[in-house]
């Protein structure tokens, strides 16, 4: 079946450093592909999304480029806030192979900004 | 902007008692969706709805049960809660455009539930 697989955390930067959070996935269908972002004590916030291959999402100063040949979608910031401490999720969702807008969650990568 | 509320933030319940989560949407969203969060696992799907009094199972619907009577209503129901049912649970919904395609998901808050 279809899977996320997100590196393991925590990730520990300090305040304008260059952020990636690696991301890769599995699917028999074209899915679409996601990146949400849990801040704490709340739910989750979708960041950013991409369609199709090649596709570039952003939000936030966050990008995140759909790579079909290598089947990755690796979350990207040039320079975090302590502000953008949060867990954050990449997920897919593969209609063609589960029939409905279903979302596979990677298991969440936390990452921890200091001043 | 959309509003996904869950009834409750913390609950705590004993072994054995039936348990209601309630989540409640207000843009007229046509799919609602129920999943938990536990470290290290991520979120899994336990049930789906895309339409009133329609449901479906997902990855872990074991133990579970929901009801959807109305539109912005979507409750999760613990038949008889276990303590391996202590976790975050989530409540999602999404809309349908006008060529049938699904929306991306908005989240509530999460209802921390503890079973004792």
């Known amino acids: 079946g279809d899977s996320v697989t997100q590196m393991e955390g925590p990730v520990t930067l300090s305040e304008e450093a260059f952020l990636t959070i690696n991301c890769t996935y599995t699917?028999?269908?074209?899915?679409?592909l996601f990146w949400y972002v849990q801040y704490p004590g709340e739910g989750l916030q979708l960041l950013l999304k991409?369609?199709?291959?090649?596709d570039k999402g952003s939000n936030k100063g966050f990008e995140a480029t759909y790579r079909k040949e290598t089947t990755s979608f690796h979350l990207e910031k040039g320079s975090v806030q302590v502000s953008d401490s949060a867990v954050y999720f990449c997920?897919?969702?593969?209609?063609?192979?589960?029939?409905?807008?279903?979302?596979?969650f990677g298991t969440g990568t936390r990452l921890l900004v200091s001043p | 902007d959309v509003k996904v509320t869950q009834s409750s933030r913390y609950l705590v319940k004993r072994t054995g008692e039936k348990v209601f989560l309630e989540c409640v949407q207000d843009?007229?969203?046509?799919?609602m969706f129920w999943y938990r969060q536990d470290p290290g696992l991520g979120l899994r799907l336990i049930y789906f709805?895309?339409?009133?009094?329609?449901?479906e199972k997902g990855d872990i619907p074991e133990g579970y049960s929901v009801s959807r009577e109305k539109k912005e209503r979507f409750s999760l129901i613990l038949e008889s809660a276990s303590t391996n049912q202590t976790s975050m649970y989530l409540c999602?919904?999404?809309?349908?455009?006008?060529?049938?395609?699904?929306?991306?998901?908005?989240f509530g808050d999460g209802t921390r539930l503890s079973i004792l």
């Open positions: 999602a919904s999404s809309s349908r455009d006008g060529t049938g395609i699904n929306q991306p998901q908005h």
């Open positions: 699917a028999t269908g074209y899915p679409s």
């Open positions: 991409a369609t199709k291959a090649d």
């Open positions: 997920a897919l969702s593969d209609p063609q192979a589960t029939g409905f807008q279903k979302l596979v």
């Open positions: 843009m007229d969203h046509e799919n």
């Open positions: 709805s895309y339409d009133v009094k329609m449901k």
